[in-house]
Structures are given as structure tokens and as C-alpha cells.
């Protein structure tokens, strides 16, 4: 399979969907500042400019208890996201909140609804980890606006920018799964030509009309096995790259507590 080629400043996710030929964009930082703009609409840089005029005049009121460490916070909250996607494709895991969902022989011959579930199934984890960045990120914001006037303004910053680039983020992130797609018909594509080289019939490939032999395809060298690790990997990536906000404000907070102590 042709790999795309990838700037060393790109993003894991960028460099994942590239990887998998689904994606072929080679993104560049160059005029950044005028790609940004293009995002931002003419409300919303009324709201930014807004926001920058207060920086000054933020009132910070600092915290009566220490700040409690948002770095150890952060990768705990880490730790139990990469947890929680590993247990929905876990077939051992009590109880997961999304299951990974089972094939069946329209998984194989259905060339609409064949990658429906797990469409649907990356979506709800989006949404997931959507949910729980966001209450991260809010209690991050309140703990970095506490320690100083410096950190009080990156904190109400990053308030408004996140605020203004919120829909836009959920929109870029909602193409992955269409991407997905792509990647899931090819790898099944790819399976019946290879059944058709060795003579089989569709009819006789493993799991049509045989649902119990469908695990074959879920097999570490199945088809679906290794679309399921690529999924997987798909989903750690975007991770990453949802959480990056956060540990800018951890990192500031760091460097700001380092500074002054």
C-alpha cells in the first residue's frame, strides 16, 4: 500500500490517516496566522477581540488552598481514557460502555450498511472522549486562573479561543469516521480478491451465510482483525490530539510554578 508522505510538524493523527491512504493533505504552518483566520467569522473575531481588550483588566483572585497538581491529574485522566477505548475492543472486558460490535455476513456482502456499526461505534467514542476533555479542560482552566495574573489571562484566552474554535474542531473530527470507511472497504475489498484468487465463490467465503465462522475474519491475520487495530489506533491518536490544549495549560502552569518557586 502507497504511503503517503508526512512534515515532520504534523500531528499523530495527520500522519496516522496518512499512513492508512486515506488521507492525502500535507499540512504546512506556513501563514498560519491567515489559515486561522479563515476558520474564524465575523462574530466570533468580535468575541476574540472582545476577550483580548479584558485581558488586562482580568480580575484574579488567587487560590486559598495550593494548586493541586494538574500534571498528576492529567495523566491519571489520560490513563483512564487509553483504558477505556482499550476495553470497548476488549471482547474480555466486563461490561464495556460501547461494545465493539460483531460481524455478520452483511459486514462482508452488505456494501452500504457493511460499515454502519462501526461508524456509529467511533462516533459514540468520539463523543466520549469529547465529554470527558471537556470537563478536564474546565477543571485544568480553573486551577491555572488561580496560581497568577499571567496564568488568569492564558486561562481566560484560552476560554474564548476554545469557545470560537469548539464547532469547527467538532466538524474536522466528525470527517475521521467517512475516512475510516474508505479504509474499511479496502481492506475488504482486498479480502475477496483474494478469496476470488483461490477460486472461492462470495457465497463461500468464511461467514456468509455462516455468522459463527465470522470470527475468522477478527483473527490477528483477518481482515477485520487488522481493521480493528487500526481503528484502535485511530481513536489513540485523536486522543493525543484532543488533549493537547490541556497540557498546554499544564505546561504553563508548570513552567509558571517553577519560575516562581
Given at each position: 500500500?502507497?504511503?503517503?508522505?508526512?512534515?515532520?510538524?504534523?500531528?499523530?493523527?495527520?500522519?496516522?490517516?496518512?499512513?492508512?491512504?486515506?488521507?492525502?493533505a500535507e499540512l504546512s504552518h506556513k501563514n498560519f496566522t491567515d489559515k486561522l483566520g479563515r476558520l474564524i467569522d465575523l462574530t466570533d473575531s468580535i468575541y476574540l477581540a472582545d476577550a483580548l481588550r479584558g485581558l488586562?483588566?482580568?480580575?484574579?483572585?488567587?487560590?486559598?488552598?495550593?494548586?493541586?497538581?494538574?500534571?498528576?491529574?492529567?495523566?491519571?485522566?489520560?490513563?483512564?481514557?487509553?483504558?477505556?477505548?482499550?476495553?470497548?475492543?476488549?471482547?474480555?472486558?466486563?461490561?464495556?460502555?460501547?461494545?465493539?460490535?460483531?460481524?455478520?455476513?452483511?459486514?462482508?456482502?452488505?456494501?452500504?450498511?457493511?460499515?454502519?456499526?462501526?461508524?456509529?461505534?467511533?462516533?459514540?467514542?468520539?463523543?466520549?472522549?469529547?465529554?470527558?476533555?471537556?470537563?478536564?479542560?474546565?477543571?485544568?482552566?480553573?486551577?491555572?486562573?488561580?496560581?497568577?495574573?499571567?496564568?488568569?489571562?492564558?486561562?481566560?484566552?484560552?476560554?474564548?479561543?476554545?469557545?470560537?474554535?469548539?464547532?469547527?474542531?467538532?466538524?474536522?473530527?466528525?470527517?475521521?469516521?467517512?475516512?475510516?470507511?474508505?479504509?474499511?472497504?479496502?481492506?475488504?475489498?482486498?479480502?475477496?480478491?483474494?478469496?476470488?484468487?483461490?477460486?472461492?465463490?462470495?457465497?463461500?467465503?468464511?461467514?456468509?451465510?455462516?455468522?459463527?465462522?465470522?470470527?475468522?475474519?477478527?483473527?490477528?491475520?483477518?481482515?477485520?482483525?487488522?481493521?480493528?487495530?487500526?481503528?484502535?489506533?485511530?481513536?489513540?491518536?485523536?486522543?493525543?490530539?484532543?488533549?493537547?490544549?490541556?497540557?498546554?495549560?499544564?505546561?504553563?502552569?508548570?513552567?509558571?510554578?517553577?519560575?516562581?518557586?
Amino acid at each position: 500500500m502507497a504511503q503517503a508522505s508526512a512534515t515532520p510538524q504534523s500531528s499523530r493523527l495527520v500522519r496516522y490517516l496518512q499512513d492508512l491512504a486515506v488521507a492525502d493533505a500535507e499540512l504546512s504552518h506556513k501563514n498560519f496566522t491567515d489559515k486561522l483566520g479563515r476558520l474564524i467569522d465575523l462574530t466570533d473575531s468580535i468575541y476574540l477581540a472582545d476577550a483580548l481588550r479584558g485581558l488586562p483588566r482580568l480580575a484574579f483572585t488567587p487560590a486559598t488552598t495550593p494548586v493541586a497538581s494538574c500534571r498528576e491529574e492529567f495523566l491519571q485522566a489520560r490513563q483512564a481514557m487509553v483504558e477505556f477505548i482499550a476495553g470497548c475492543f476488549n471482547p474480555a472486558s466486563s461490561a464495556p460502555p460501547f461494545s465493539l460490535p460483531k460481524p455478520d455476513p452483511d459486514t462482508l456482502l452488505d456494501d452500504s450498511g457493511g460499515f454502519a456499526p462501526y461508524q456509529k461505534f467511533y462516533a459514540l467514542l468520539q463523543s466520549e472522549m469529547d465529554f470527558r476533555i471537556i470537563k478536564l479542560r474546565r477543571r485544568v482552566r480553573q486551577a491555572v486562573a488561580a496560581y497568577s495574573q499571567p496564568l488568569a489571562q492564558l486561562a481566560a484566552l484560552d476560554t474564548a479561543l476554545g469557545d470560537t474554535l469548539a464547532a469547527h474542531g467538532r466538524k474536522s473530527l466528525a470527517a475521521i469516521p467517512r475516512l475510516l470507511g474508505q479504509r474499511f472497504l479496502y481492506l475488504r475489498q482486498r479480502h475477496l480478491d483474494a478469496q476470488m484468487e483461490l477460486g472461492l465463490e462470495v457465497e463461500d467465503t468464511p461467514g456468509a451465510g455462516a455468522p459463527d465462522q465470522t470470527s475468522r475474519w477478527t483473527q490477528q491475520d483477518g481482515w477485520l482483525g487488522q481493521f480493528f487495530r487500526e481503528m484502535q489506533g485511530l481513536l489513540l491518536a485523536e486522543l493525543e490530539l484532543r488533549l493537547q490544549p490541556v497540557l498546554g495549560l499544564v505546561e504553563a502552569l508548570d513552567s509558571e510554578i517553577e519560575r516562581t518557586q
